[in-house]
Nanobody
Framework: QVQLVESGGGLVHAGGSLTLSCAAS????????MGWFRQAPGKEREFVAA????????YYADSVKGRFTITADNASHTAYLQMDSLKPEDTAVYYC????????????????WGQGTQVTVSS
């Protein structure tokens, strides 16, 4: 089992930037991939971005490509999501997640989740 602690998030104007971080602890030795999903009010949770912990694979949702950048620091077991050119439609609770499956793909949920952090983008 891996534990995830998120930080970052908050309120920003449209066009602004925010950075989320997600620190993993526990069974980080078997963690293969980390990333984020998000859930807006009244909507289902949707995939945002993910990265293999060794950086060999990176995935982005089409809605955030070119605006969001995901990175991982394997030494500290921390993933980061740099969010630029934010839009009001990016407003959601962002959930960090991790999975031990090397064959994980964005159509699957993560096996472990963080507590979530609110991102609000005002117009």
């Amino acid at each position: 089992q891996v534990q995830l602690v998120e930080s970052g998030g908050g309120l920003v104007h449209a066009g602004g930037s925010l950075t989320l971080s997600c620190a993993a602890s526990g069974r980080t030795d078997i963690t293969a991939v980390m990333g984020w999903f998000r859930q807006a009010p009244g909507k289902e949770r949707e995939f945002v971005a993910a990265i293999s912990v060794i950086g060999t694979a990176i995935y982005y949702a089409d809605s955030v490509k070119g605006r969001f950048t995901i990175t991982a620091d394997n030494a500290s077991h921390t993933a980061y999501l740099q969010m630029d050119s934010l839009k009001p439609e990016d407003t959601a609770v962002y959930y960090c997640g991790a999975d031990f499956r090397w064959g994980w793909d964005p159509n699957l949920p993560f096996g472990s989740w963080g507590q979530g952090t609110q991102v609000t983008v005002s117009s």
